[in-house]
C-alpha cells in the first residue's frame, strides 16, 4: 500500500489542522492504521491509531481529548483532527499501515509538517 500525507502547515496555538492520508494500492480496510509524528532532535512517538472498521481508537496522552483519527475506507482515507494545537504539536506528521493482525508498521508516507506558532 502506498501513502501519501497532506495537511500539515503553519497555524497559531489553540487553532485546528486536519491531516489526511490518502492510500492506494490495497484495499484498506485490510489494514491497521496509525499517526506518528517526529519533532526535530527527538525520536518519533505514536499519535494515534484506528483499527479497520473505527471500532477502536487510541491515542496518545498527550494528544487525548484534542485529536481524533477517523478513516474512511470507502474514500481509502485516514485523517487527524488535530484541535488546540500547543507549540509541542510541532513536528513532522506520518502515517502508517500495517495489515490486520500483524505487529510491525511496514508501510509509511512521505510526512507532513505541522508548525505552531505561540
Known amino acids: 500500500v502506498q501513502l501519501q500525507a497532506s495537511g500539515g502547515g503553519l497555524v497559531q496555538a489553540g487553532g485546528s489542522l486536519r491531516l489526511s492520508c490518502a492510500a492506494s494500492g490495497h484495499i484498506l480496510s485490510r489494514y491497521f492504521m496509525g499517526w506518528f509524528r517526529q519533532a526535530p532532535g527527538k525520536e518519533r512517538e505514536l499519535v494515534a491509531t484506528?483499527?479497520?472498521?473505527?471500532?477502536?481508537?487510541s491515542y496518545a496522552d498527550f494528544v487525548k481529548g484534542r485529536f481524533t483519527i477517523s478513516r474512511d475506507n470507502a474514500k481509502s482515507t485516514v485523517y487527524l483532527q488535530m484541535n488546540n494545537l500547543k507549540s509541542e504539536d510541532t513536528a513532522v506528521y506520518y502515517c502508517?499501515?500495517?495489515?490486520?493482525?500483524?505487529?510491525?508498521?511496514?508501510?509509511w508516507g512521505q510526512g507532513t509538517q505541522v508548525t505552531v506558532s505561540s
Open positions: 502508517a499501515a500495517r495489515p490486520n493482525a500483524t505487529p510491525r508498521f511496514d508501510y
Open positions: 484506528i483499527n479497520w472498521d473505527s471500532s477502536i481508537r
